[in-house]
Structures are given as C-alpha cells and as structure tokens.
C-alpha cells in the first residue's frame, strides 16, 4: 500500500470495494482514513477477487507471486500487475 497502492486503494473503495492490502509496514492510520484492512499475502490472495501487484522487479519481488501464490487465489480471481 504504497504510492500507488494507496491511490488505487482510493479509487477502489469509490465503487465500495472491500480492500485488503499487503504492506512490510503497514500504515493503520491510513487504513482507518481509506477504510481499508491490512492481511498476510497468504490471507490476501485467498480472499480476493481482485489482485492488484504494484511493486518494483528488484530481486527480492521477482518471484513473489510465484505457484504457491497462485494456488492459493480463488478459482476466477484476476490478476492485474502494474
């Protein structure tokens, strides 16, 4: 929940979308204001519908949505990596 994170948080919660957002720091202050909830990616991928990714390709990230991420997503969930 980033930059980006946070606007697309933004125009999400526009059409009452329910958000979970995945952060190493999460920002609770920030989440009350938006009206959003922080999870585990593991709790995340298996509740969405949705799965928006918006992180930089550095090492640590390149394999993080990687078969085990996958398997864990609900039958007909989208992916959109930005």
Do not use: C
């Amino acid at each position: 929940a980033g930059r980006i994170g946070k606007r697309v948080i933004e125009i999400a919660r526009g059409f009452s979308m329910d958000v979970i957002a995945v952060d190493a720091d999460p920002d609770e202050a920030t989440a009350r204001r938006l009206g959003f909830r922080y999870a585990s990616l593991e709790a995340a991928l298996g509740q969405a519908d949705v799965v928006t990714l918006h992180v930089p390709a550095t090492p640590d990230t390149r394999a993080l949505l990687a078969d085990h991420a996958f398997a864990l997503m609900k039958p007909g969930a989208v992916l959109i990596n930005t």
